[in-house]
């Protein structure tokens, strides 16, 4: 998935000689935490946050009368030259950026240009998304071999069922690197039959484990 289907086009823009009280007025206006900073040319050239301006304005201060300190320019406390992203980048390896980076938000350029705009909360619902839990079903974990050819076996047996599958994550077993384990979400709302069928076939179902007799 590529980051132009997800992405935000309708970004919140400042210059950077606008005020710390636009920007708190745009985010609270707009109920957004970060405000993407251009030129005249759309270029991006620095990023403002809530954090960013709760930590330039302390509470005793906007409690006196003296407000001052909103009039000045965001570009004194904008985080300048931040990392930006293109719209043809993979979703998957944009998520290693916030996480390695540790940061709030990505603005999207090409061409040179703002076109776009994605946050930490947009990247974690599309993740939340695709595991498929936003649709009803259950899901299967299934222990498997490390082996080519083993998710063909194993999905033969949903479609055998006729059920069809959500999603599909893998995860290194922890305990022995020989064997994966494969999270199947299903819409089924009671997967007992299929589990039974994927037990009849050998393979070793983790959860939802069958009750004992």
């Keep these: 998935m590529l980051i132009e289907e997800i992405m935000n086009q309708d970004v919140a823009t400042l210059y950077p000689t606008q005020t710390l009280r636009e920007a708190a007025a ?5 109920k957004i935490r970060h405000i993407a900073v251009i030129d005249e040319h759309r270029k991006v050239v620095g990023v403002i946050t809530d954090r960013d301006i709760k930590q330039a304005t302390p509470s005793n201060l906007l409690e006196s009368d003296d407000h001052s300190v909103l009039d000045t320019p965001i570009e004194r406390i904008m985080t300048k030259n931040p990392i930006t992203g293109h719209p ?3 979703v998957e390896e944009t998520a290693t950026i916030f996480y390695d980076n ?3 938000c990505l603005p999207i350029v090409s061409k040179g240009k703002l076109v776009g705009m994605i946050t930490e909360s947009d990247m ?3 993740f939340i998304e695709l595991t498929g839990v936003t649709q009803p ?3 299967i974990e299934i222990r498997v071999p490390n082996k080519s050819g083993v998710l063909y076996e194993v999905s033969k047996v949903f479609y055998q069922h006729k059920v069809n599958v959500l999603s599909v994550l893998v995860y290194p077993d922890k305990q022995d690197e020989t064997f994966k ?3 199947i979400r ?3 709302i009671n997967p007992l039959k299929l ?3 994927l037990e009849k076939e050998g393979f070793d179902v983790l959860w939802p484990s069958q009750p004992t007799l």
């Design 102 to 104: 540790r940061i709030g």
């Design 195 to 197: 589990v039974s069928a």
């Design 186 to 188: 299903v819409k089924t």
């Design 137 to 139: 079903g259950s899901q």
């Design 88 to 90: 043809l980048d993979f």
């Design 26 to 30: 745009t985010l609270r206006e707009k």
């Design 181 to 183: 384990v494969l999270v």
């Design 124 to 126: 974690l619902y599309k």
